[in-house]
C-alpha cells in the first residue's frame, strides 16, 4: 500500500488508512474525498443526460405519441408514450451513472492524482 501524507500532521500514514495514527485525522489518503466527488460528478453527468434526453424528446413528442397510438389495440405498447418515455429515462440515468461512477473513481484515485516521484 502506498505512504501518504497527512494534510493535518504530515506523517506518513497509509493512503487506505481510515485515521492518520499521529494525529488521528480522518482519511489522510483522501480516498473518501475522491470517491464522494466521483459520485456527486456521476450524478450530474448522469442528470444532465436525461435532461438532454427530455430536450431532444420534447422536439419529436407529437411523431413519438403518434407511433405508440398506431400500434393496434391489442398491442401491450398501445397508447404507452409517457410510460415508455419515463422508463427510458430511468434507464439512461442509470447506465450513465454507472458508466460514470465506475471511470471517474478509477481515474480520480489519490494516487493517480500525485506527481511520479523524481529519482
Known amino acids: 500500500m502506498a505512504t501518504v501524507y497527512c494534510p493535518r500532521c504530515s506523517a506518513p500514514a497509509a493512503e487506505a488508512?481510515?485515521?492518520?495514527?499521529?494525529?488521528?485525522?480522518?482519511?489522510?489518503?483522501?480516498?473518501?474525498?475522491?470517491?464522494?466527488?466521483?459520485?456527486?460528478?456521476?450524478?450530474?453527468?448522469?442528470a444532465a443526460a436525461v435532461g438532454l434526453f427530455a430536450?431532444?424528446?420534447?422536439?419529436f413528442w407529437e411523431r413519438w405519441e403518434a407511433k405508440f397510438a398506431a400500434l393496434p389495440d391489442d398491442h401491450a405498447l398501445h397508447g404507452c408514450a409517457w410510460d415508455v418515455a419515463f422508463v427510458a429515462g430511468v434507464g439512461l440515468f442509470g447506465v450513465t451513472w454507472v458508466v460514470a461512477a465506475a471511470r471517474l473513481c478509477r481515474a480520480c484515485r489519490p494516487g493517480r492524482l500525485r506527481a511520479p516521484a523524481r529519482r
Open 55 to 59: 430536450l431532444v424528446l420534447s422536439h
Open 17 to 46: 488508512a481510515a485515521r492518520c495514527p499521529v494525529c488521528g485525522a480522518a482519511d489522510p489518503g483522501r480516498w473518501r474525498a475522491a470517491v464522494v466527488g466521483s459520485l456527486l460528478v456521476a450524478t450530474v453527468l448522469a
